[in-house]
Nanobody, 123 residues
Framework: QAQLVESGGGSVQAGGSLRLSCAAN????????MAWFRQAPGKEREGVAS???????TYANSVKGRFTISKDNEKNILYLQMNSLKPEDTGMYYC?????????????????WGQGTQVTVSS
């Protein structure tokens, strides 16, 4: 059974940093495209960063230069390093995965989702 488990969320002040982790279980032993999404209260879910099976990364304009997505293929863990955090980065952050070789920042591209980890940035 597919399982994605996020961790690393928390509360920080503006300008701070957090690193999110997404542990994928054995179901994802083959190559999967993966991504981070976020959803703020009252807003639609939006793609933050993606990492496809070739290691190509894509970022939302709002996080370029501040966030870095990476993956440990041996441990099957996806990371999101978030620096220079802003209050508008606040939201629930979700990890997503799909067997597609290439995938971007649209949520319809992903079939598997984690439960999310909360990130709160105060001004």
């Amino acid at each position: 059974q597919a399982q994605l488990v996020e961790s690393g969320g928390g509360s920080v002040q503006a300008g701070g940093s957090l690193r999110l982790s997404c542990a994928a279980n054995e179901y994802f032993r083959n190559k999967y495209s993966m991504a981070w999404f976020r959803q703020a209260p009252g807003k639609e879910r939006e793609g933050v960063a993606s990492y496809d099976t070739e290691g190509t990364t894509t970022y939302a304009n709002s996080v370029k230069g501040r966030f870095t997505i990476s993956k440990d293929n041996e441990k099957n863990i996806l990371y999101l390093q978030m620096n220079s955090l802003k209050p508008e980065d606040t939201g629930m952050y979700y990890c997503a995965a799909d067997a597609a070789l290439w995938a971007g920042l649209s949520d319809y591209e992903y079939i598997h989702w984690g439960q999310g980890t909360q990130v709160t940035v105060s001004s």
